[in-house]
């Protein structure tokens, strides 16, 4: 009954809004007989005779129709004419070989279209407001703070469509479908479930702990666990589960994880084994394993010692078609288990510290004596152990004598664990020394104190003869490279997914957190359950291994750096976890019910508050009347307080005042905003989100326009400013490119998937640090700084070490790099993959940097590659692209460019070899390589890039493309503002307070 009166709904409501969304703009009626007339008798017949020959819907040359143009004006026109005159006034058009008109002609002809133009800018437009939907962002945005929920619903909507310009959030691609309708109905009724609670019963909880270390289990299973291809078990005394109560202040049911099973299909030893067999244990419902674990070229990938689990980084593994090879990065540790919540928050718990670890060195590692102080530290191997009295404190080298039990050739790298003190480190040696040898090889370098040492050492082959310890001198290289490597963090994260014997499917669970202390601490991750991977079986599946959930935990790889590794002593689930019951998302749609409150009173109250944050505005006395009769139609037929103001809730939640964004107009003239329109634009475009209270109390008291300079800056230093930055970002600098682009893996394999999702968000961290400092548009272009973290300033192979781990920081740089033209994210999405292609960075260029975009090609040009079939330069391949028909003109407007970028390859990175990059601009500036036309931008294209930036964000901001008259005051202001610094707030400021933002 309920979704039949919903699926009526919903169709009127797809009904009406293409109704309030097309807003067409008409002229004056004054002007349009004196337009008419002009292009009938004075501009059709110059058209007819020079132009539509080669520019008519059959033959379009270059792309063009010029027949589409007519008596309108229209501003979609204007920007046609303005093209189509310049290549007049400049004698491109018509083309050399064609019968020229004479300069009498072309004279009268270009001075009657600039009036005709003047003519319709002149004329009354109507504006009319604007009406479009919520992005896809701005949706999930808006569902996350009306309910207070973390969750993300909103996987099920397909994707916004994209502008020309590169944007989503523009009204003309926001249409609205009856199936996006029914796919909001059933995102409303999910997210609603998800929040609200039946307050009478208490909630079920499931807490567990998995805690490491050697022999940590004074209990441990007796029998051995079997858990698939490839899965490294921890022994079975080093991993103690326990279920745990968690510590609440409300009533609630402790979950118990099964621990009886029966399955017809298990293992036994590495057999598969069919037939019915019992298990009984925890450990067969929750395992502790690593996979992935080889491929370490000194020390172990994990090692367990008495404190807890160590992990080196997670190097990721080759790729396979764009995907993880079958188990994933090395060290990668994992809980596996059956069971957990299906819906709701929940928490990781990670008690972890950083090892005070050891810098291990290759055997082969030569040592300069100058390096180390006079007079080191020998003893002799007792049963594998030894003691040393250390004089001072400081950095030592650790050295080692062995003895084969084998004959010399036999004798084969193994595995020695070498304990000093507390601490364990585990690397190969190759035995064979003699016993009367003075020579020693390298083991590591580490810190020590003075005084008594222990050294113990575990090895089945090899018999340790000697023990050397050499302190390092403070100016010695070895102790800059050890001060590196003590300065490196682990960087700890959690993922969460789903366990395949071929492939992973993980997520991870909030932020990468960095591990500074060596004293164990706790590091809380928190993620919603709906938001991960799950699987899906039958609940009569009696597979062994079906359904496995897994938790990771990992010491994450950020650069081929040495670094300390990860001790996690302790992993704790919580889930779904509450602070307090009913929920804190509940009682924000349901508060207390007040002493005395009739039940009519109390439903009005919540309505009104869930309103007035849906619709983003007070609810007016029509919205409360009609959502109050909603209720009591339900609470009549239901009887169920709770239940009706559910229905009531997915009403709103797909009524157009939510779903629309909606500037009202009473005239067709310019209207300013109302207060509460301005407050929704201007979170809508700074925070891609609904407006806070304080925005709605602004403007409920009409006091927002008043405050208007210092809302802006408070809404920019709100940490939900970072949606604006990384939306923003993305699209308009095109950043999908790279995501799509198939890069060449036996060219460049350091370029893998993990990369590129570091190179993505270096563009957005660089314009995210621009905003925050403030700093000058011209960092855009050229910077003396770059934003980097340790993934890419090892890929980019800065000689400054950088230690912040995924953290991106400021850097200086003297190299050729700084600003946005030269990384390398941008430049390898502008590829083909393989090789660099100057067409596509000269396009984007023009496009984004410059606003001069290029027209788009004529049908069935081929693409740069497609023409490559002979040992061509790149020079020459671009001429014989470029002069196919109807090429010429475009790539006029992009080849100069692109082949200013040519130095970089297509990883984004310098070209070993030289490459002439020279190139000469279409106003006939020569310019050696990319630093020169920087340089050039900044010393004579100024303005245009400040254009380019104010319009790119000026379409942004206001969700629909810009008119005629609004670009060219767009062009003229910005002259005005390239005379002063450009900082890049200030720009923001511009955007808002202009008549464009401000009216409707």
């Known amino acids: 009954m309920l979704r039949n009166f919903f699926r009526s709904y919903l169709l009127a409501v797809t009904l009406f809004f293409p109704a309030i969304c097309i807003c067409p703009t008409l002229a004056a009626g004054e002007k349009e007989s004196e337009l008419a007339k002009i292009f009938a008798e004075q501009l059709r017949p110059f058209l007819s005779e020079h132009c539509y020959t080669c520019h008519n819907p059959d033959d379009m040359e270059s792309g063009i129709n010029l027949e589409l143009l007519d008596q309108e004006f229209s501003d979609r026109q204007l920007f046609l004419w303005r093209d189509l005159l310049k290549q007049v006034a400049t004698k491109q058009m018509p083309p050399e070989d064609d019968e020229q008109p004479e300069d009498r002609s072309s004279e009268a002809f270009l001075n009657t279209a600039r009036k005709a133009i003047d003519l319709a800018r002149a004329r009354e437009t109507e504006k009319n407001g604007i009406v479009r939907r919520l992005t896809v962002p701005q949706y999930r945005h808006c569902l996350q703070e009306i309910l207070g ?9 397909p994707p916004d469509g994209v502008s020309k310009d590169g944007f989503t959030n523009n009204a003309a691609m926001l249409s609205l479908s009856p199936l996006q309708m029914e796919t909001y109905l059933r995102i409303s009724e999910r997210v609603i479930d998800a929040t609200l609670v039946d307050e009478g019963a208490p909630p079920t909880i499931q807490n567990f702990r998995m805690t490491l270390g050697k022999n ?13 291809a490839n899965s490294h078990l921890l022994a079975n005394s080093d991993v103690l589960v326990e279920e745990l109560v968690a510590d609440k202040r409300f009533h609630f049911l402790p979950f118990e994880m099964q621990r009886s099973f029966r399955f017809i299909e298990g293992y036994q030893g590495n057999s598969t084994v069919r037939g019915w ?13 690593v996979r992935g674990s080889g491929g370490y070229p000194l020390g172990k990938a994990y090692e367990t010692i008495p404190e807890g689990l160590l992990l080196r980084p997670a190097i990721p593994s080759t790729e396979i078609f764009k995907e993880s090879s079958t188990y994933g990065p090395r060290a990668n540790f994992k809980i596996a288990l059956r069971e957990l919540p299906e819906q709701g928050i929940f928490q990781v718990r990670v008690r972890a510290a950083k090892y005070n670890d050891a810098l291990l060195l290759a055997e082969r590692q030569k040592i300069e004596a100058s390096e180390l102080e006079a007079n080191p530290i020998e003893a002799k191997f007792d049963n594998f152990s030894a003691a040393v009295d250390l004089p001072s404190s400081g950095i030592y080298l650790v050295s080692l004598r062995t003895l084969s039990r084998e004959p010399a050739k036999k004798a084969k790298s193994e595995s020695l664990e070498l304990t000093i003190n507390t601490r364990t480190f585990t690397r190969n040696i190759t035995p064979g020394v003699t016993a009367n040898s003075e020579k020693y090889s390298p083991f590591c370098l580490i810190r020590l104190t003075a005084g008594q040492t222990a050294i113990a050492a575990t090895n089945a082959k090899a018999e340790l003869n000697g023990i050397r310890f050499s302190r390092l001198k403070e100016d010695s290289s070895l102790v800059a490279r050890f001060h590196a490597f003590e300065s490196r963090n682990p960087q700890l994260s959690v993922l969460m997914g789903l366990r395949r014997d071929c492939g992973h499917t993980q997520k991870r669970v909030g932020a990468c957190q960095s591990v500074s202390s060596t004293e164990i601490q706790e590091y809380v991750f928190q993620g919603a359950i709906d938001d991960y991977p799950r699987p899906f079986v039958e609940t009569t599946n009696v597979n062994y291994l079906a359904g496995i959930r897994e938790i990771s935990v990992r010491n994450e790889y950020t650069s081929t750096s040495d670094s300390p590794r990860l001790l996690i002593e302790s992993v704790e689930f919580e889930g779904p976890y509450y602070e307090s019951w009913p929920p804190r998302n509940h009682r924000r749609l349901m508060p207390a019910r007040r002493p005395g409150e009739e039940e009519e009173e109390y439903a009005k109250r919540v309505l009104k508050v869930f309103l007035k944050r849906a619709y983003r505005r007070p609810a007016t006395n029509e919205e409360l009347r009609f959502a109050m009769e909603n209720w009591q139609v339900g609470f009549a037929r239901s009887k169920d307080f709770q239940q009706a103001l559910r229905d009531t809730f997915l009403v709103i939640l797909t009524s157009p005042q939510f779903l629309l964004v909606t500037e009202q107009s009473s005239t067709p003239e310019a209207e300013p905003l109302d207060e509460y329109e301005l407050a929704s634009k201007l979170s809508m475009f700074l925070w891609n989100g609904p407006p806070d209270e ?6 409920g008291k009409n006091s927002l326009r008043k405050t208007l300079h210092r809302e802006i800056d408070r809404l920019m230093e709100d940490g939900n400013f970072g949606r604006f930055v990384e939306q923003f970002a993305y699209e308009w600098m095109s950043l999908d490119k790279l995501e799509v682009v198939e890069t060449d893996r036996k060219k460049y394999p350091h370029l893998s998937k993990e990369l590129k999702k570091q190179l993505l968000r270096e563009p957005v961290e660089f314009l ?3 905003f925050a400092e403030n700093l000058s548009i011209d960092n855009l272009v050229q910077s003396d700084f770059v934003l980097t973290n340790e993934t890419l300033a090892d890929y980019y192979e800065l000689e400054k070490p950088i230690t912040s781990g995924f953290a991106f920081v400021a850097t200086p740089v003297r190299s050729k790099l700084g600003g946005v033209l030269t990384q390398a994210g941008l430049l390898a999405g502008l590829s083909d993959g393989s090789e660099s292609n100057p067409v596509k ?4 260029f023009a496009r984004r940097m410059i606003a001069e975009p290029p027209d788009d090609p004529p049908p069935n040009v081929p693409d740069l590659e497609e023409t490559t079939g002979e040992d061509l330069s790149l020079r020459e391949r671009l001429e014989r692209h470029r002069n196919q028909e109807g ?3 475009c790539h006029e407007g992009i080849d100069p460019w692109g082949v200013a ?3 970089y390859d297509a990883s984004g990175l310098l070209k070993l070899d030289a490459v002439d990059a020279s190139t000469t601009l279409p106003n006939g500036t020569k310019l050696g390589d990319l630093q020169e036309l920087q340089q050039f931008l900044l010393r004579e294209r100024r303005e245009q890039v400040v254009f380019s930036f104010v319009k790119h964000l000026s379409i942004y901001a206001l969700g629909r493309d810009l008119s005629y008259n609004e670009t060219l005051w767009l062009e003229e202001q910005s002259r005005n503002l390239a005379k002063g610094d450009c900082k890049m707030r200030e720009l923001v400021h511009f955007v808002v307070c202009s008549d464009m933002f401000l009216t409707k």
């Open 149 to 157: 929920t973390e969750e993300d619903f909103t996987e099920a909507l």
């Open 216 to 228: 940590c289990n004074p209990e441990p299973y007796p029998n051995k666990l079997i858990l698939g």
């Open 277 to 289: 067999r019992d298990f009984s244990s925890i450990y067969h419902a929750v395992f502790g394993c």
């Open 694 to 699: 304080k925005l709605i109390v602004l403007a």
């Open 768 to 770: 995210r640090y621009l």
């Open 841 to 844: 960075r000269g396009a984007w």
């Open 887 to 889: 090429c010429v003109k």
């Open 901 to 903: 970028f040519e130095a």
